[in-house]
């Protein structure tokens, strides 16, 4: 009888014969994540028959996604089994499966437990999915005779094919994933049908041998949306040959703070011709629209913008015709600006800041990475040259070079902002040349933290907790507001995007997007309904509830002392600078100098409140008519009737269904004469990712 040992050989034997039998028949497939040029991580993915394993690593600005995903694939190649497991962006722990038997679908994610009985074959849409799900979607859509698919949770996935691109040589099948967020998903694949790159303007997830054609896919990428945007802005821009008369409307007025008697509001070309009494007869030829008694409040402006072709157009529809860029890709900013200002494209004006970032592990991709105090002062003389207002100083810049640059920016007339970079604080850089702080987090820090401890990783996220209870008439918070008082130093809090990053919880809705959150696509409601800041424990959750009181008091407090205030958000929906308005209301601001923080203040901030910031003759047309009273209910920022952006007519209702957002209401009722027909769009002359720049 054989021995023990000598079976066990033989079985090791054949198991590995086994085993490398099933290597020679598996696939590897290996991707490279590329973000503004640089490679920031990888996403990996094991092939065997219908079974797929991915490793997904990416790490930029110091934070991103670790994840390992299995998945079994079915008939037509939908998947049947997934599983999810690691952490998301900021930290978070995802544990997601998702079960088919038969027409039986079941889930379990971050939001909870869901379950549907389909009639059809169904694309599950992961909550935490690599880019490498993209080319799974994708498959099973071209499996499909119509290439759409109902998915799970809800909704629907569908491919649209793009002109081929060709890369060293080879050219690739080009899609459009349709109906997972806010905006569609672009791939390539190759005549396999497998997955070769999903890409964007400014990000790339591709194969490792193409890693060098990253940049060449981001000008594809620019160029196409750019196409798709300028046709989506000919159906929804209306332009006029003929005065524009908005009838009985009651005009808000930012300085006075007070709503005024129903009038008619006059604008011919992109100036207010005249505010006239309700009774004054019209002009012949006028274009009319009928107000209703509805109410008219200047065009909206966020402070701290990434502005991309596709949050441009959001902007638009949300109300916000001015935004201040805080960092960016140097040339696809100027050339958006330019696209927006010839009216190739929707989107606000844009008054753009410079980006500086020191290089480490941990740097952003965006503007100019420097090495050196002297390429610094280089960065600061190419924006100034190029018409920039301010330069923003970001978390891996060097503290001591701050204040060479803060003294050339200020001799090019250029102001000086950002955050505070990691080893120093609000007062040092605000010594050094800061005119203003961005994100009120960054403010705070300095009072809680080691000077040891490492800023540029997720710690100035999660350090906030230990804001909770904190005493804002501390000798140490007293000094830092008396000198931002006593210089004039502003404060760019960015409030809702702390709240989403802080407050947000898995299972429940974010009280970011509570106000809205119906009228989102079903991708971004579950992205909404699940918790970002890692939370491990009920006191971590309290203590974040907490340091969310403590920055209400706080903008109570600053609000008080006159400190100025510039409402941004560092998000791309556009609706977010809403809820950032609320959000200060609900501090305890009135709502009348909440409404003028949103609108005059960053005007006369910015010393261009002559022409911008207030409902006036002379002054560029650029405002808003909404359904309901925002000094009696500021949810009525959202039921946005029309929009006017120096002179052109947007109704939001055209623009959200154009990005599958649920409008929020109808248009007015408008007259055109036949001597005032629309003018065309001018036709001379990116995408929205879960990326915050905290």
Same mark, same amino acid.
Request: aromatic fraction near 8%; hydrophobic fraction near 40%.
């Given at each position: 009888?054989?021995?023990?040992?000598?079976?066990?050989?033989?079985?090791?034997?054949?198991?590995?014969?086994?085993?490398?039998?099933?290597? =020679?028949?598996?696939?590897?497939?290996?991707?490279?994540?590329?973000?503004?040029?640089?490679?920031?991580?990888?996403?990996?993915?094991?092939?065997?028959?219908?079974?797929?394993?991915?490793?997904?690593?990416?790490?930029? @600005?110091?934070?991103?996604? #670790?994840?390992?995903?299995?998945?079994?694939?079915?008939?037509?190649?939908?998947?049947?089994?997934?599983?999810?497991?690691?952490?998301?962006?900021?930290?978070?722990?995802?544990?997601?499966?998702?079960?088919?038997?038969?027409?039986?679908?079941?889930?379990?994610?971050?939001?909870?437990?869901? &379950? /549907?009985?389909?009639?059809?074959?169904?694309?599950?849409?992961?909550?935490?999915?690599?880019?490498?799900?993209?080319?799974?979607?994708?498959?099973?859509?071209?499996?499909? *005779?119509?290439?759409?698919?109902? &998915? &799970?949770?809800?909704?629907? =996935? %569908?491919?649209?094919?793009?002109?081929?691109?060709?890369?060293?040589?080879?050219?690739?099948?080009?899609?459009?994933?349709?109906?997972?967020?806010?905006?569609?998903?672009?791939?390539?694949?190759?005549?396999?049908?497998?997955?070769?790159?999903?890409?964007?303007? #400014?990000?790339?997830? /591709?194969?490792?041998?193409?890693?060098?054609?990253?940049?060449?896919?981001?000008?594809?990428?620019?160029?196409?949306?750019?196409?798709?945007?300028?046709?989506?802005?000919?159906?929804?821009?209306? %332009?006029?040959?003929?005065?524009?008369? $908005?009838?009985?409307?009651?005009?808000?007025?930012?300085?006075?703070?007070?709503?005024?008697?129903?009038?008619?509001?006059?604008?011919?070309?992109?100036?207010?011709?005249?505010?006239?009494?309700?009774?004054?007869?019209?002009?012949? !030829?006028?274009?009319?629209?009928?107000?209703?008694?509805?109410?008219?409040?200047?065009?909206?402006?966020?402070?701290?913008?990434?502005?991309?072709?596709?949050?441009?157009?959001?902007?638009?529809?949300?109300?916000?015709?001015?935004?201040?860029?805080?960092?960016?890709?140097?040339?696809?900013?100027?050339?958006?600006?330019?696209?927006?200002?010839?009216?190739?494209?929707?989107?606000?004006? +844009?008054?753009?800041?410079?980006?500086?970032?020191?290089?480490?592990?941990?740097? %952003?991709?965006?503007?100019?990475?420097?090495?050196?105090?002297?390429?610094?002062?280089?960065?600061?003389?190419?924006?100034?040259?190029?018409?920039?207002?301010?330069?923003?100083?970001?978390?891996?810049?060097?503290?001591?070079?701050?204040?060479?640059?803060?003294?050339?920016?200020?001799?090019?007339?250029?102001?000086?902002?950002?955050?505070?970079?990691?080893?120093?604080?609000?007062?040092?850089?605000?010594?050094?040349?800061?005119?203003?702080?961005?994100?009120?987090?960054?403010?705070?820090?300095?009072?809680?933290?080691?000077?040891?401890?490492?800023?540029?990783?997720?710690?100035?996220?999660?350090?906030?907790?230990?804001?909770?209870?904190?005493?804002?008439?501390?000798?140490?918070?007293?000094?830092?507001?008396?000198?931002?008082?006593?210089?004039?130093?502003?404060?760019?809090?960015? *409030?809702? #995007?702390?709240?989403?990053?802080?407050?947000?919880?898995?299972?429940?809705?974010?009280?970011?997007?509570?106000?809205?959150?119906?009228?989102?696509?079903?991708?971004?409601?579950? @992205?909404?309904?699940?918790? $970002?800041?890692?939370?491990?424990?009920?006191?971590?959750?309290?203590?974040?509830?907490?340091?969310?009181?403590? +920055?209400?008091?706080?903008?109570?407090?600053?609000?008080?002392?006159?400190?100025?205030?510039?409402?941004?958000?560092?998000?791309?929906? !556009?609706?977010? /600078?809403?809820?950032?308005?609320? $959000?200060?209301?609900?501090?305890? +601001?009135?709502?009348?100098?909440?409404?003028?923080?949103?609108?005059?203040?960053?005007?006369?901030?910015?010393?261009?409140?002559?022409?911008?910031?207030?409902?006036?003759?002379?002054?560029?047309?650029?405002?808003?008519?909404?359904?309901?009273?925002?000094?009696?209910?500021?949810?009525?920022?959202?039921?946005?009737?029309?929009?006017?952006?120096?002179?052109?007519?947007?109704?939001?209702?055209?623009?959200?269904?154009?990005?599958?957002?649920?409008?929020?209401?109808?248009?007015?009722?408008?007259?055109?004469?036949?001597?005032?027909?629309?003018?065309?769009? =001018?036709? @001379?002359?990116?995408?929205?990712?879960?990326?915050?720049?905290?």
């Amino acid at each position: 009888m054989p021995s023990k040992n000598a079976a066990a050989l033989r079985w090791l034997a054949c198991s590995t014969l086994a085993l490398s039998a099933a290597a =020679l028949h598996a696939e590897s497939e290996r991707f490279a994540v590329i973000d503004n040029g640089e490679n920031v991580g990888h996403v990996y993915a094991e092939i065997d028959g219908n079974h797929v394993t991915i490793d997904h690593d990416v790490k930029s @600005n110091g934070r991103g996604p #670790t994840m390992h995903e299995d998945i079994v694939l079915g008939a037509g190649g939908v998947p049947v089994n997934w599983t999810l497991t690691g952490t998301s962006t900021f930290g978070n722990a995802v544990d997601e499966r998702f079960t088919a038997k038969g027409g039986a679908l079941s889930w379990a994610d971050t939001t909870g437990k869901g &379950a /549907l009985k389909a009639k059809t074959s169904t694309l599950y849409v992961a909550q935490e999915g690599s880019p490498f799900s993209l080319g799974i979607y994708a498959r099973a859509l071209l499996a499909d *005779a119509h290439h759409a698919l109902p &998915a &799970a949770p809800g909704g629907a =996935l %569908s491919l649209e094919e793009e002109a081929p691109v060709t890369l060293g040589g080879t050219a690739y099948k080009a899609y459009l994933v349709k109906g997972i967020g806010l905006t569609p998903s672009a791939i390539l694949l190759d005549d396999a049908g497998r997955l070769v790159a999903a890409y964007s303007p #400014t990000n790339a997830t /591709l194969r490792e041998d193409l890693a060098t054609y990253a940049g060449e896919l981001g000008r594809i990428a620019a160029t196409r949306s750019a196409e798709r945007f300028a046709a989506i802005q000919k159906k929804v821009a209306h %332009s006029y040959d003929a005065p524009i008369r $908005i009838r009985d409307v009651r005009v808000f007025d930012p300085a006075s703070g007070k709503l005024g008697d129903p009038v008619s509001v006059v604008v011919f070309g992109d100036r207010i011709a005249a505010i006239e009494p309700l009774g004054s007869p019209a002009s012949p !030829g006028e274009v009319t629209v009928e107000g209703a008694g509805r109410v008219v409040i200047p065009g909206l402006h966020d402070m701290h913008a990434h502005v991309s072709l596709q949050s441009a157009l959001l902007y638009i529809a949300s109300g916000v015709t001015s935004v201040r860029d805080m960092g960016n890709d140097n040339a696809f900013l100027i050339d958006l600006t330019r696209r927006i200002e010839q009216g190739e494209v929707a989107g606000p004006r +844009i008054v753009r800041n410079g980006f500086l970032e020191g290089r480490s592990p941990y740097s %952003s991709r965006n503007g100019f990475i420097v090495d050196s105090e002297a390429e610094a002062l280089d960065a600061v003389r190419w924006y100034g040259a190029r018409g920039y207002w301010q330069v923003k100083i970001y978390n891996s810049f060097h503290p001591e070079w701050v204040p060479a640059v803060a003294a050339e920016a200020k001799r090019l007339g250029m102001g000086v902002t950002g955050h505070i970079p990691a080893f120093t604080n609000a007062d040092a850089m605000i010594a050094a040349g800061y005119d203003e702080v961005t994100h009120i987090n960054q403010l705070m820090l300095g009072w809680v933290l080691d000077p040891k401890e490492d800023t540029r990783t997720p710690l100035r996220l999660t350090a906030m907790r230990r804001t909770a209870g904190l005493d804002l008439n501390s000798p140490r918070v007293t000094a830092t507001l008396d000198t931002m008082q006593a210089k004039h130093i502003a404060l760019d809090p960015t *409030a809702v #995007t702390l709240e989403l990053l802080m407050l947000s919880r898995n299972g429940t809705i974010s009280p970011a997007v509570a106000g809205y959150f119906d009228h989102l696509p079903v991708g971004v409601q579950r @992205n909404r309904r699940q918790g $970002i800041a890692p939370i491990a424990s009920p006191a971590d959750a309290a203590a974040y509830d907490g340091s969310f009181v403590t +920055i209400k008091a706080l903008l109570r407090d600053m609000y008080g002392r006159g400190i100025t205030l510039l409402p941004g958000t560092d998000d791309q929906t !556009g609706l977010s /600078l809403h809820r950032e308005l609320q $959000i200060y209301a609900e501090a305890g +601001i009135p709502t009348a100098d909440v409404l003028r923080i949103g609108t005059l203040g960053p005007e006369r901030y910015m010393h261009r409140d002559q022409s911008y910031g207030s409902v006036e003759k002379g002054k560029y047309a650029d405002f808003v008519l909404l359904d309901g009273n925002p000094l009696e209910d500021m949810s009525a920022l959202h039921r946005m009737a029309m929009v006017v952006k120096g002179g052109t007519v947007y109704f939001p209702s055209e623009i959200w269904s154009e990005v599958g957002v649920k409008p929020f209401a109808a248009a007015p009722k408008i007259s055109v004469p036949p001597s005032a027909p629309k003018q065309a769009a =001018l036709t @001379n002359g990116d995408d929205v990712h879960e990326d915050f720049a905290f």
